[in-house]
């Protein structure tokens, strides 16, 4: 099983970015979806968080800007991210609880996509 994220980039604060997560192989089903972040020298945060179902939460920072969403046909996150401040510069990595063919579960992590927002 394998996650790419792609959709990362620099941009201008108070622009917009579109991240997409796509999981590939033997799939029987993924669980929650989720989105973390790490800026240099602070913790791995968690941004937002998707179930199978379409129930999401996110993290106050992001309230109101950030948007998580999922193509469960096409085992793909996204997370749609406006009116972008500097401090949203990180590593974006996506998550997911994936049950694979041979219904083992795992806990898959992408590379991660570099996120800029410059003044």
């Known amino acids: 099983v394998q996650l790419v994220e792609s959709g990362g980039g620099l941009v201008q604060a108070g622009g917009s970015l579109r991240l997409s997560c796509a999981a590939s192989?033997?799939?029987?089903?993924?669980?929650?979806m989720d989105w973390y972040r790490q800026a240099p020298g602070k913790q791995r945060e968690l941004v937002a968080s998707i179930t199978s179902g379409g129930s999401t939460r996110y993290a106050d920072s992001v309230k109101g800007r950030f948007t998580i969403s999922r193509d469960n046909a096409k085992n793909t996150v996204y997370l749609q991210m406006n009116s972008l401040k500097p401090e949203d510069t990180a590593v974006y990595h996506c998550?997911?609880?994936?049950?694979?063919?041979?219904?083992?579960?795992?806990?898959?992590w992408g590379q991660g996509t570099q996120v800029t927002v410059s003044l």
């Open positions: 192989g033997s799939i029987f089903s993924i669980n929650a």
């Open positions: 998550n997911a609880e994936i049950t694979t063919g041979d219904l083992n579960e795992y806990d898959s």
